[in-house]
């Protein structure tokens, strides 16, 4: 993602770091990394594997026809098949292309459906001083030329650590291809052959093609009548000449005022900064007539984009213009025109993305975005925005980014390629992610990290999408309670939805770690995932690179897996590398490469739960062991057939089944007319009073609608604010729906006094009956002029509510052996991504480090209940590389978790690679709960770091 380290560790401190992929520039690339083979062009080459629009249903509807050059008649060397990083055909769509270094040479594409333009993906090499080069390629048709078409090197080659550099001198050579469209100016029929042929090596030795994809563009959309536009009335350059910001700026704000859409007709404009967009429709002729871009020539930071306004203390955490303040904007429709930038660096604090800020109740439709650092990274809190029809193309980090309280938010109908990191993500930093979807989105080549990605979120589904060929660091669909702000009310909860998702050679190495990432994995990094239900139905994992299923990074639980087929793994079926509990129906897997289809050095910590249908994936006997060395194409070179169990829904579902006692709304989806600042409507049934939704102020009437996930029969509502508030009264009615479309009066309009004598609380009976919605809609408050809620709970069936406080549930604690594994931890700090989970999952080579530079730090287990102990074993990565040190360190214990006693006096402890980098420290046997170490010193890193905190009885 951007804006954070990447998917992750980089190389341990106290460590030397592993050596990375030796940097291969220029001309050499094509030559020493990718193997080449003459190819007749008598008979065009097949790729091996399938392509992400083989899959029929699954995946975004798109207006081109995709080619692969491998499948095309040529003359040049294919290069490829292989997928390790840094070399070329790694990043090729199939994981081949061809290579063009001869005058002449030429890939030739039939067309099997009439097309008038083409986007074509390829790479030149970097030039010596790392800007890129230029050339040119002929296009040709039925052998005569059409045009000479510009190819660039500007928008590609990164090197060395995240989050990179444009300095060929260093190692890490990557992001290689990128992509340029052309119109032909004459629609061709089908068989017409199209060729791209190379007419001088003098600007470029060599030009890789990857694919082409073919398209019948329709005429310009014609401009509407009534409404405001850019050039004709507001002075707009469409020669992109000059810089047209403040005359765009000045025509979407009167848009705003007057109640117009604004249009932008054909043409190219120059954007040096942000256009704020609030309330307006902005609208164009066609992402291939209406193009917006441009960068501010001397302030870097500033680019083309178009951006909501931010919202004071919300997710953007940098400076704010006054034009930019008062988010999220609201009622923004944003179509058909493209954002084509000029962003050729990754800085994760500069705001040069095609679309930011916070939208409300907003869409864009028919927008083509490229060569911006992110497609839309959309900083919350906000609510029901929704991207669909789209194209993100070349992007210098993510695709999409819901980051920091984005509710009830979707991508859908979207095609994604070539995204420098996470295609399709969802950050919940600090405040929830609720509600939000990924569906019937295609995703090609995401050099970095994940196709799709939820980093926290409650009731996420991510559904109906075909993913292929992810190259490092991540896999295809990942669920992780990770990165900085992802833990207690922003972690995993509810239901999250994974299916009738196609995954293709998805998973890769990651060149940190030095072992494969999963197809579909899972991270508890921050802590457990725990509580929620974690659902995969009805997908298909096919010719992963690594593992199809990968466990990693602390205890998980809630997780089951229904109609799942795996065909194709370059290592393993299932990569087990921290506990879990797990349950399998109808997962088949076959074509699996190591005999032993199972890594795991959890032992029984990984508990599984068989249903009927499982075959291929589990052994008597799990391997643990030394990492293979993986072996590809062992997939289907056809698609998959056979209908899923569960067909995808005509409307949506609840998105997690109603509760059956208690509290039926908390949890549960929940919608406001209108939210001010940070606080939004998720805060509300979040089971925490001390956070609350706030409607907009000086703006009544407001409401607040929960959806209960199905009918059910409610006879009370319960509602608080902080216990801490002073006394108010508020106006409200109660309204109810089965529908979510028809409301009926449950509960007429009345005042209700909030005290705090009486714990800011009050219930609102209700008359019998069956609601799946209910609906408050306030109309005053003497106390702040907006609507307010703390927790907006319903109850039914002659439920009560729960007490105050209700204590975590306990899960039982391990009969004997280290009872500390895969317990709740904690900790004072961590740096990076080395979370306290690493230090209870089982994995000596992850672990825990602490922030540097600032002893004392602790690090404490919760085992359950009270357990005899007496020994504690500490361990650090076994492998040589971690040098010889001493910490310094203390053991506490405690009953309570509140109160802790010394245990074992601080005394320094040597870590030896020698002697395994274990250490045992004894002490008279006690009775204990909770288990605390408190570091205050290290010799080689300054900081607190151990990779297996263990506890032992004897």
Same mark, same amino acid.
């Given at each position: 993602? $951007? ?50 629009? &083989? ?96 190819? +660039? ?83 707009? =350059? ?15 704000? $009167? ?14 404009? +120059? ?50 213009? !006054? ?31 095609? #679309? ?30 929704? *991207? ?14 819901? /980051? ?38 295609? *995703? ?6 994940? /196709? ?22 991540? %896999?295809? #669909? ?17 239901? #999250? ?12 190495? =990651? ?22 239900? *974690? ?11 690594? $593992? ?137 049934? &979040? ?19 929960? =959806? ?35 409301? @009926? ?15 800011? +609380? ?7 009956? @069956? ?11 003497? %106390? ?28 039982? !604690?391990? !009969? ?15 740096? &990076? ?76 402890? @040597?870590?030896?690679?020698? +002697? ?39």
């Amino acid at each position: 993602m $951007a804006h954070h380290t990447i998917g992750t560790p980089a190389p341990p401190p106290g460590r030397s770091a592993r050596s990375l992929l030796a940097a291969i520039v220029g001309t050499t690339l094509v030559a020493a990394c990718v193997s080449a083979v003459a190819v007749s062009t008598a008979t065009p080459a097949h790729a091996a594997g399938l392509s992400p629009f &083989d899959i029929a249903g699954r995946g975004a509807t798109v207006p081109f026809v995709e080619h692969e050059a491998e499948r095309a008649t040529h003359n040049g060397t294919k290069i490829g098949p292989t997928r390790y990083y840094g070399q070329l055909p790694s990043e090729a769509s199939g994981r081949e292309a061809v290579t063009l270094d001869t005058v002449g040479e030429y890939v030739e594409f039939t067309l099997t459906a009439p097309a008038n333009a083409v986007t074509f993906r390829y790479s030149l090499p970097d030039n010596a001083a790392g800007t890129g080069r230029d050339a040119s390629l002929d296009l040709r048709a039925n052998g005569s030329l059409v045009k000479a078409v510009p190819v +660039t090197s500007r928008y590609g080659w990164f090197y060395g650590g995240y989050p990179f550099n444009n300095n060929p001198g260093d190692t890490n050579p990557h992001h290689f291809y990128d992509e340029t469209r052309t119109m032909f100016g004459t629609t061709y029929p089908t068989g017409t052959r199209i060729r791209l042929q190379v007419s001088s090596t003098a600007q470029s030795p060599s030009f890789t093609v990857d694919l082409a994809d073919f398209e019948l563009v329709g005429a310009q959309i014609t401009k509407p009548a009534g409404v405001l536009d850019v050039v004709t009335d507001f002075g707009a =350059d469409p020669s992109g000449a000059t810089d047209s910001t403040a005359k765009f700026q000045a025509a979407v704000d $009167a848009g705003k005022a007057q109640g117009r859409a604004v249009w932008i007709p054909a043409g190219t404009f +120059t954007l040096w900064d942000h256009v704020v967009v609030d309330g307006v429709t902005l609208r164009g002729a066609g992402p291939w007539y209406s193009v917006l871009g441009g960068r501010h020539p001397t302030d870097r930071t500033r680019a083309a984009g178009i951006y909501g306004k931010y919202v004071p203390g919300g997710g953007y955490s940098g400076g704010i213009r !006054p034009h930019e303040a008062g988010g999220p904007s609201r009622n923004v429709t944003l179509r058909d025109f493209a954002i084509i930038g000029d962003i050729r660096e990754r800085v994760d604090e500069d705001q040069v993305n095609a #679309i930011g800020g916070a939208m409300s109740n907003s869409v864009v439709d028919n927008v083509w975005m490229q060569h911006t650092k992110v497609g839309a990274w959309m900083d919350g809190p906000m609510d029901n925005f929704t *991207i669909r029809n789209s194209r993100i193309l070349d992007q210098t980090a993510d695709g999409v980014n819901f /980051h920091w309280g984005v509710t009830n938010s979707t991508v859908t109908n979207t095609f994604v390629r070539n995204t420098g990191d996470d295609a399709l993500a969802m950050w919940a930093q600090n405040v929830p992610n609720v509600g939000n979807s990924f569906t019937h989105n295609t *995703i090609g080549v995401t050099v970095l990290a994940n /196709h799709l990605v939820t980093y926290g979120g409650r009731d996420i589904t991510i559904a109906d999408n075909v993913t292929a060929d992810s190259v490092t660091n991540g %896999g295809g #669909i990942h669920v992780a309670n990770r990165y900085p702000g992802v833990q207690g009310p922003t972690a995993v909860a509810g239901t #999250i939805t994974v299916a009738r998702n196609t995954l293709i050679r998805n998973g890769n190495s =990651d060149y940190n770690w030095n072992f494969g990432v999963g197809a579909i994995w899972f991270s508890a990094l921050n802590e457990p995932i725990q509580g929620a239900s *974690i659902r995969v139905t009805d997908t298909d994992i096919l010719d992963s690179s690594y $593992a199809a299923l990968h466990w990693i990074e602390g205890q998980t639980s809630g997780i089951s897996f229904a109609n799942v087929r795996i065909d194709g793994a370059g290592t393993y079926a299932l990569q087990v590398q921290a506990p879990s509990q797990v349950s399998f129906t109808g997962v088949r897997a076959t074509g699996i490469a190591q005999s032993n289809p199972m890594h795991n050095c959890v032992g029984s910590g990984f508990q599984i739960s068989q249903g009927a249908g499982n075959s291929g994936w589990y052994p008597a006997t799990p391997y643990c062991g030394p990492w293979p060395t993986p072996q590809w194409g062992n997939g289907p070179t056809s698609p998959p057939t056979g209908t899923p169990t569960t067909p995808p829904p005509t409307t949506p579902p609840p998105t997690t089944p109603p509760p059956t006692g208690g509290n039926l709304a908390q949890g549960r989806p929940v919608t406001a007319s209108s939210v001010s600042q940070n606080y939004v409507a998720g805060n509300a049934v &979040d089971g925490n009073a001390g956070s609350y939704w706030e409607s907009a102020n000086g703006a009544f009437p407001q409401t607040l609608t929960v =959806d209960l996930g199905a009918a059910v029969d409610t006879d009370r509502i319960v509602l608080k604010l902080p216990a801490g508030w002073e006394s108010r009264t508020q106006t409200l009615s109660v309204a109810g729906s089965t529908d979510g479309a028809a409301y @009926s009066t449950v509960v007429g309009s009345a005042g209700y006094t909030f005290n705090p004598a009486t714990g800011n +609380t009050v219930s609102v009976t209700l008359p019998a009956g @069956s609601r799946r919605f209910l609906r408050l809609s306030f109309t005053g408050n003497t %106390g702040w002029p907006a609507g307010q809620v703390a927790e907006f709970e319903v109850y039914g069936g002659g439920t009560t509510p729960p007490p105050t406080t209700t204590p975590p549930p306990t899960t039982t !604690p391990p !009969p004997s052996g280290n009872l500390a594994l895969g317990r709740p931890v904690t900790e004072t700090s961590h740096a &990076d991504v080395y979370g306290a989970g690493n230090a209870v999952d089982g994995n000596p080579a992850t672990y825990w480090e602490s922030a540097n530079n600032a002893f004392p730090q602790s690090l404490t287990v919760d085992l359950g209940a009270a357990r005899s102990v007496s020994r504690v074993v500490l361990r650090l990565p076994p492998v040589t590389a971690w040098q010889t040190r001493t910490q310094t360190l203390a053991v506490l214990g405690s009953a309570d978790g509140g109160t802790f006693t010394t245990l074992k006096p601080s005394a320094g402890y @040597s870590f030896n690679p020698a +002697t395994g980098n274990t250490v045992t420290v004894t002490f008279p046997a006690t009775t204990q709960r909770h288990l605390r170490l408190t570091f205050t010193g290290n010799t080689a890193w300054p900081a607190g770091q151990v990779s297996e905190f263990e506890v032992h009885a004897v």
